[in-house]
Each structure stands twice: as C-alpha cells, then as structure tokens.
C-alpha cells in the first residue's frame, strides 16, 4: 500500500434534490492508477470537480497530503499538485501548441511574472515543453495554433497541458473521448508510461470499459453519487451490484455493452 | 527574416518622420502630431488590457484625468519639474487604477465593463464637484512647461510646442517599447492565456485575478501618463478627460487599428485624430462620419486596418510561400 494523496471526508454534493456525491470517504494512494467509472449522471465528473476545486464544497472535506484543501481556490490546488484535463476539449485556441504548454510550465517555475523578460531566452522552459510535447506526440506540430489541429491531436494537447503543470495527481476526463483506435492506444501507452514513471498519479474518468479495465490499478464505480464497488478490475467484474447497476438483467460479456449512451 | 527587415525599415521610417515632423511643418501639425501621440500612449497601454488580456474597460479616462491632475497638483504644490511631474501623474493613475482594479476584477464581461463605466463615472463627478480643489468644471488651469533640470547642470527648456514635442515623442517611443516587451515576454503570454481560456488559465495554477489587476494597474499608468502630458501640452487639467466618452477613445481606436498588434492602436490612433480635424472642416458631425468608417471596419474587417494591410501583403507574396 502507498501514501495516500488525496484524502475525501465525508465529501457531498447535491444539485437541487438530485445528489451527485453522497458522504464519500475515498482515498486516492501514490503510484495506483485509478479510474472511476459509472453509468451516466453517477457523479464521476462533480466528484472531480469538488476535488480540483471547479465547484465549491457544500459539505465535507478534502485532504491532500495531509493538508486541508476543501476552500482552496484552484490555482493553488494546482501548485500543490492537484491538475485534470477535460472532457471537452479546454485549450487556448488561439495560441500555438508550444504557447499552450508552456504556459502552465512558467506558472509552475515561478516565471510567469516577469513583464520584461523575453520569451525566446527562456531556454529551460524551452527545452521542458520539447520534452512534454514529444512525450504526447505532437512534437510535430509544436507552432500550429491550437484551433487548427485534428481532434485527435486537441485531446492529445488538451492532456499536455495538464500534464505541463507536473501534477502529483493528475485527474484525466475521458482523455480518449472521440478519438480514433490509433490515437487511443498511442495516448494510453504513454499515459501508462507516464503512470509508471512515478511521478504523477493518474485517476481516469472512463466510459470506455476496455480501456478501464486493461489499465487501471483500482476501480471506482459510482450510482447516484455513492460508492457501489472499489477494487481491483478482478473485484469489480465479481461484483454483483456492480453488474446490476450497470447492466439490468442483460447478463453476457459484461463491461462491453456500455458504451453506447 | 523579410518580415523583420520589413519591420524594422518602417519602423526606422516612422521614427524618422515623426522626428523630422517640427522641422519641416507647421505649429498645427506639431500640435497633431503630438494629439496622435498621446492618445497613441493612452490606447497602445489600454490595449494591454483589451486585445492581450480580453478585458473591456469603460473607466480608463478616470486614469486619464488621474494623471492629468497628479501631474497639475503635483506643479502647483510641490515641484515645477516636468518630469517628476509626470512621474506623479503616472503614480496618481496607478494607485487609482489598483483601488478600482481591486473591486472590478472580480468580475468578468459584461459586469467588468460596467464597473468600470461606473467606477469612471465616480472620479468624473467627484473631480466636477469638488470645486474647492480640482476647480470644478473649469479644470485645472495654468499649468506651465518649466524647463527640464538634472541637478541644476543640465536646462533643457519645453516652452515652445516643438521644444515639448521631443518631449512627448521620447516617452510616446519609450512607451510603445515597453508595450511591446510586454506582448512578447511570459507575462504577456500569460495574459493572451486568459483572454483565450480563463479556466483553463486557473488548472494551469495561474491565479487569473491578480494577472488582471496587474494588466489594469499598467494600462491605468499608460493612461495617466499621456493624461499628465496632455495635462502640459494644454496647460490645464479638465473633468471630461474622465468622462465615459473619453475613456471610449482608445476602444474605438484599438478597434479602428486592429485589436491584436501592436500598431493597430497607434494606426487607429492618427486616423482618428486625422479623420476629426479634417471631416470638422465640413460638417459638425464628424462622430456621424467616424460611425460609417468604424461600422465598416467591424462588419467587414476584423482585423482593423493593421489587419486588412497585413491581409494584403501577405496575398501580394502569396505564391511564393514568402
């Protein structure tokens, strides 16, 4: 068992009468690549939105390395190490490839505040946003602006950029959603790569049940804002609830059928 | 590697014409010239905030009039010497823009621009009724151009409008230089950030809210800069520079030049000051006149005239690739 992260108590939410995270107390261990899963409307996307900071806490609390982080306004949850990518594409459009990744990388370095100083000097932001953009795979297209690459390629982008922030923790929305079975795998492989490398801590948001069930480490199921299942993929596809939450009574090759929503 | 070329001959070209400008021409153009200029100055800082960062203000005349009667107090009160003169304008126009800063934003769009038109209003009407102290609707009046002294060594006098004009033309180039530093340096690049995606500026761990003040702080001592040297170009300070209808000169301008480069405000800032004198001359309505021009330019031409002319000379080297 690792360090655990990040840490929920007791963590709610409700839209009107409709509860989308009900008293969750999750932890999120080092080095576990995680995903969520659920059918839709479970509360995958408030739960990472509580945690990143994107909607405010209504009751509960939130622990990351042992620090309270429940008020904390994003940007600081992102300089301690708190990052997501989004489920729709959530770039700068305008500006170049390069442009947006390295952004986050003079946040993170402490650069960012200098009017004065050119950009063409910053050698080592230079050299870290190369190194990030081949790690994705779009050293390719480094001085495309951002509106005009492939859909494919945005998704990519759209993970660099979080992925430049060097997050401890690193929630991904669907990260392969809409992409071809290429770019799938290409980007899979690397976030496994990167899983492995151990720096960043993974947790998908997945629809997608091969992808969820080849990569993952431990699995979350949510129904209704609450926690049905938390396991290994072993566990999960043992489980009863989980099977009849998701599936009704259609009973064959279980976690292929939910895709099409 | 052309375009540099390119850039730096028309710029060398512009310098060399505005220098020779008091040389060759008449007082009234000097006179022009040196309107062109500063409303230069005040649109080129507020388009840090405009066309770099996405914010719309409609209270930057406050900073105007703030630098304007910073630099006029500052000369009745304490020293006579225009440049510390102008540095208290430029102060007096920071400090109020970082108290209305503060407040606005924290608001974006729509609510931003109002505040501002709101916060602009205030100083308008504050400055029009405390008569005892600004001297109400008759502005500050009487403010002299004292020669410039280092250490008493050195006398360069300003009394004469081509004498200021110098003046005027080294801190409108010096300004102009700091703006551009500004567009190509991280910070600048973080402002393009926020005006693209505010959202994704914060998951970047960027705090957007200071970002902005910041933004709104600099543009605001562009603002009281030209403000402090209109202040002695006139030799008066008065309540309308803090109008909304003069803080919506740069807007208009920037629009008119083109939003997102350097020079669109500056291009914008002589055909306006050129269009007003010249379509005075026939009727009283010029704004009427400057409506159809601006009406055309938005619906057809985005890119403002800067725009349109890069546009052109892009197609003109098309073929080759350039």
Known sequence: ?261 | MKNRIASILLTTLVLAVLVCIPLVSGRFTVYLAMRVMLLGIFAVGYNLLLGQTGLLSFGHGAFYAAGAYGMGFFWLHLSPHPLLGIAAGILAAALLALLIGFFCVRHTEIYFAMLTLAFGMMVFSLIWNVRGITGGDDGLVGIMRDPITFFGLVKIPIQKDTQYYYLILSLFVLAVWVVRRIRISPFGLVLAGIRENTRRMEFAGVSVRNYRLAVFVLSGAFAGLAGSLEAMLESNARPFMAHWTHSGDPILVSLLGGLHTLTGPLVGSLIFVAMREIVQRFTENWMLWFGVVLLVIIMGFRGGVVGVVRQLAEKARGPRGG
């Open chain 1, 1 to 261: 068992m690792g360090k655990i992260l990040l840490e929920t108590r007791k963590l709610s939410n409700s839209f009107g009468r409709i509860c989308t995270a009900r008293d969750l107390d999750l932890g999120f261990e080092e080095g576990v690549l995680a995903s969520i899963i659920g059918p839709n409307g479970a509360g995958k996307s408030t739960l990472v939105n509580l945690l990143t900071g994107h909607l405010p806490v209504q009751s509960g609390g939130i622990l990351f390395q042992g620090r309270d982080i429940t008020r904390l306004p994003i940007h600081k949850r992102v300089r301690l190490g708190v990052c997501r990518s989004f489920q729709i594409v959530n770039i700068f459009p305008q500006l170049t490839v390069f442009q947006n990744v390295m952004i986050p990388v003079l946040a993170r370095t402490g650069r960012s505040w200098r009017p004065f100083a050119k950009i063409s000097g910053e050698n080592a932001v230079h050299r870290e946003v190369e190194d990030l953009l081949e790690k994705v795979g779009l050293g390719g297209v480094r001085e495309s602006v951002a509106v005009a690459l492939s859909h494919g390629d945005q998704r990519l982008l759209e993970v660099g950029v979080a992925l430049a922030a060097m997050p401890v923790l690193l929630f991904l929305d669907e990260p392969t959603a809409g992409m071809n079975p290429v770019e799938r795998v290409r980007l899979l492989e690397s976030i496994r790569d990167l899983s492995r490398g151990g720096r960043t801590t993974f947790v998908l948001i997945e629809h997608d049940m091969d992808i969820v069930f080849s990569l993952s480490e431990r699995i979350i199921v949510l129904h209704r804002g609450e926690v049905i299942g938390d396991g290994t993929p072993e566990e999960i596809r043992a489980n009863d609830r989980v099977r009849e939450v998701y599936l009704g009574d259609e009973m064959t090759d279980v976690f292929r059928i939910t895709e099409g929503e």
